[in-house]
């Protein structure tokens, strides 16, 4: 059996489906206290191991919050979590895949700072120097993220193709990878830092420029919250139709309820950060507007990596649940001798994990150097830990079989709050390091142990 | 199988040596024919290859002395059999640029118990019988808070140091102290440290995070920083731009980066320490060349005795660094370091005496 997150008819072309509404009928027939909390749970059929995820978060938050005299849930701080959390996240959405199909991406910091390094010299010395088309063309920032997703998507394949049909580890070819890539950034320039980008390309990275600012921000929001609405509607009537087992009514509203308030939960903080007071009088300068008595407020809003961050996530989700590749990708990495005499393209499908996790390599390499506005060799330089750990906190198993993108994610902030706010509370780099193991190797024993209780 | 495998790698070496040309080297003078090994640490850092080596071999092969080199690529334990081979392979003298200068001691002992003299390049080796050559680091660190200083006297500071295991770090911060700037943990009547964190593998990223976090903690209200090296002070000046600080908040740096000197121009990095690495290079030859006639460290011209942190007297050669501001901007022209277009980038005319 698969597992999925949050959405209710992942296994539901399958005959399990009907199985799954026996046992829950079984389960049910229990009826004791203990299992009353549970039937609450099945009827809304929310992921305990996410649910759990949060309430830890919610934990550190608070802690963080309580010991830095309130600087760490503001706005501000909420913010520049989420744009730091974002390169990460990205990236550990499709290192999930990799995992789920019982392989491995060692290369991805080195490929990070190798994709990173390349658009920086597409666009700070190959279009505007050797081609000698000039700075900031209107096209610039365009052409080399194409290139750095193309190339991304070809090193990826290569990796892919290597594991796959050539028989080689994925360990294997990942930590070739680890070292050649890293060892190309210097073939380019003899290591020199590649700065200034180009300035259309530098609002990847975020930043109160780099933002959507308030009205669209809630557009973003509203049509997320129609979305959510439309598919667990849509849901509700496949499933009818097929005659699976639905939610209860007040649970599919109460969903539905839950995620959208969540929206506009995450946007109105995101709005409530305004732009830092000397940006906002260079701007008011800059557009001929009377400065108001207190400063002109303009709201940040969504920052674009974040933006890119929920929109990779959104697709990622669909491609892992309901997508025929993801559902290969899940059934090959719970039983591989199964998956082959099933029929499925066993190796095809694994090649294809590693495109994917090469194109978002390339959409991270993008943000983290336009963030950074250059890019350097030590560019995500032990990135791949970040990322493997990620997802491994967010429930995502060696064993192969299991991993959610959304826990992924949700990973990847757990291990950006701790970092951040320890800074915060001016804990340095070492002890932030041993914090971290220490949450890492924590985190996934908890979820052993409950895993082998629940069986 | 074993056989089969065996072949394919040694398949795979012959075809990538082939391809890799290997230059012979030859020459005459003092110390014609002495072989002379340079351990490089990580040799994809900027400057190694472009500054470093090149005055490395001038200065050998002006001596007819002979180099070779291999790259540890940021592992103390290779770094400590690279030096093993470079003796393996005939070195009379061996130049290091550590990785980790504790993990490097044994093998440093051992080749100079060897009869083969040690000099440790750049990096500090905590052994008194290895000749020790590099910029002044203390002074490096006293020129970057001087010139913050001069700008701003007093207020809130925030210090972005580099690799906790390099020493460097430390000794920049030292210097920090003697320019009067608090120790760590301490604060004076002018100065308040409100940030301080050592940044791993003087990651600009990181150091970026670190700076966004510690304006966070004090609402922007943070009078200067002191970045050690120029690519955190990169990250450093991005974080202050998000804020709208960029220009208005002092920033230090080190190592004449492009693009920090660029910044310098731009004026939103307010120094940058120049140590022309051709100088330190040509130094380490000339003292390799003398070294193959005469193994005793005391006698190469120009050393001095330092004192280490580890309270060892140490035989050494230090150079000095130059602070360059937006004021002598032209000495990194002259000097071929930089050319004007790089260094003058997006900065408005007549801003800049350097770039007219």
């Known amino acids: 059996m698969t597992e999925i997150s949050g959405v209710p008819d992942a296994t539901s072309h399958r005959p399990a489906g009907r199985v799954r509404a026996a046992v829950s009928r079984v389960r049910s027939a229990f009826g004791s206290a203990t299992s009353r909390v549970r039937s609450v749970t099945t009827s809304l059929e929310i992921d305990t191991r996410l649910l759990g995820m949060l309430l830890a978060l919610a934990v550190i938050w608070i802690l963080f919050h309580w010991r830095s005299n309130g600087n760490f ?48 010299m597409v666009q700070a010395e190959w279009i505007p120097q050797t081609l ?28 892919g193709a290597l594991v796959a049909y ?106 409530s950060y305004p732009w830092p007071p000397a940006l906002a009088s260079q701007y008011a300068a800059d557009h001929g507007i009377t400065e108001p008595p207190g400063g002109l407020r303009i709201a940040t809003g969504i920052a674009f990596p974040v933006l890119i961050l929920a929109g990779v996530a959104l697709v990622m989700t669909v491609i892992a649940t309901r997508r025929r590749f993801g559902r290969y990708v899940f059934a090959i990495g719970g039983n591989p001798e199964a998956a082959v005499l099933g029929g499925i393209n066993v190796r095809r499908t694994i090649m294809l994990t590693f495109v994917l996790m090469g194109v978002l390599v390339a959409i991270s390499a993008a943000i983290t150097s336009a963030r950074l506005n250059g890019a350097v060799t030590n560019l995500g330089v032990q990135n791949e830990l970040d990322v493997i750990a990620a997802a491994v906190i967010g429930g995502t198993s060696f064993a192969g079989g299991i991993g959610t993108i959304a826990g992924a994610v949700l990973g990847a902030v757990v291990m950006q709050s701790l970092r951040s706010g320890m800074l915060l509370l001016l804990v340095d780099s070492p002890t932030q ?23 | 199988m074993r056989i089969r495998r065996a072949a394919a790698l040694l398949g795979a070496v012959a075809v990538i040596v082939g391809a890799c040309s290997s230059p012979g080297a030859s020459g005459s003078g003092g110390a014609t024919g002495c072989k002379v090994g340079v351990s490089w640490n990580n040799y994809q850092e900027e400057r190694w290859a472009k500054w470093d080596e090149p005055a490395i071999k001038a200065a050998l092969a002006a001596a007819g002395a002979e180099y070779i080199s291999n790259d540890a690529k940021s592992s103390a334990e290779t770094q400590a059999s690279n030096v093993e081979n470079l003796i393996t392979q005939g070195a009379k003298v061996v130049i290091i640029l550590a990785q980790d200068g504790e993990a490097i001691k044994p093998a440093a ?26 910029f002044d680091n203390v002074l490096v660190g006293k020129l970057q808070a001087e010139a913050v200083l001069k700008v701003v006297s007093e207020g809130n500071f925030v210090i972005i140091k580099g690799n906790k295991a390099d020493a460097n770090a430390d000794f920049l911060r030292a210097g920090y102290v003697q320019a009067g700037v608090p120790e760590v943990g301490q604060n004076s009547d002018k100065i308040k440290i409100v940030g301080e964190s050592y940044t791993d593998n003087w990651d600009p990223g990181k150091a970026q995070t670190s700076m966004e976090q510690f304006l966070t903690a004090n609402n922007n209200d943070v009078d200067a920083v002191l970045s050690e090296n120029d690519g955190m002070a990169g990250g450093v000046v991005a974080a202050l731009k998000a804020q709208g600080l960029a220009g208005k908040v002092p920033v230090s740096g080190q ?18 320490v120049w140590k022309d690495s051709r100088e330190l290079g040509k130094a380490a030859g000339q003292a390799a060349a003398q070294l193959c006639s005469n193994k005793d460290i005391k006698a190469v011209s120009g050393v001095g005795q330092f004192k280490s942190p580890g309270g060892n007297d140490m035989t050494s050669i230090l ?31 007549g801003s800049v005496a350097a770039c007219n």
């Not at chain 1, 979590?81 to 390169?87: G, I, K, P, T």
């Not at chain 1, 063309?137 to 070809?154: E, H, K, M, N, S």
């Not at chain 2, 051992?110 to 290895?130: C, M, Q, T």
């Not at chain 2, 190592?255 to 940058?272: H, K, S």
Request: charged share 15%; net charge positive; proline share 3%.
């Open chain 1, 73 to 120: 849930i503001t706005p501000r701080n909420l913010w520049n979590l989420s744009v730091q959390s974002a390169s990460i996240a990205i990236m550990a959405t499709g290192m999930v895949l990799v995992i789920v199909s019982r392989n491995i991406d060692l290369s991805v910091g080195s490929l990070l700072g190798f994709l990173g390094y390349t658009m920086a």
């Open chain 1, 132 to 159: 000698g088309l000039g700075f900031d063309q209107p096209y610039t920032w365009i052409v080399a993220l194409a290139v750095g997703i193309g190339l991304g998507a070809l090193i990826g394949g290569l990796h």
């Open chain 1, 166 to 271: 050539g028989g080689v580890p994925s360990f294997v070819v990942t930590l070739g990878g680890f070292l050649i890539w890293r060892g190309l950034i210097f073939w380019y320039a003899q290591g020199q830092t590649i700065a200034p980008l180009d300035s259309s390309f530098a609002l990847l990275g975020g930043g109160p420029i780099g933002s959507l600012g308030d009205r669209w921000s809630w557009i973003v929001a509203l049509i997320a919250c129609a979305g959510i609405v439309y598919t667990l509607i849509a849901n509700r009537r496949r499933k009818r139709r097929y005659g699976f087992q639905t939610r209860p009514r007040w649970a599919e509203i109460l969903v539905g309820a839950v995620f959208c308030v969540a929206v506009l939960a995450a946007v109105w903080v995101a709005n």
């Open chain 1, 433 to 455: 390091d041993i914090v971290v193991g220490i949450v890492l190797v924590a985190a996934v024993g908890l979820d052993a142990l409950l895993r082998r209780r629940a069986s």
């Open chain 2, 109 to 134: 002992a051992s080749a100079i118990a060897n009869g083969v003299p040690v000099i440790a390049y750049d990096r500090l080796i905590e052994d008194p019988k290895a000749l020790y050559i590099t």
């Open chain 2, 255 to 272: 190592d004449g980066d492009a693009a920090a000197l660029n910044r310098v121009a731009l004026g939103e990095q307010t120094v940058d």
């Open chain 2, 319 to 349: 150079l000095t660094p130059q602070a360059i501001t937006k004021d002598n901007l032209n000495v990194v022209l002259d000097a071929g370091w930089i050319d004007k277009a790089k260094l003058c980038q997006n900065v408005a005319a």
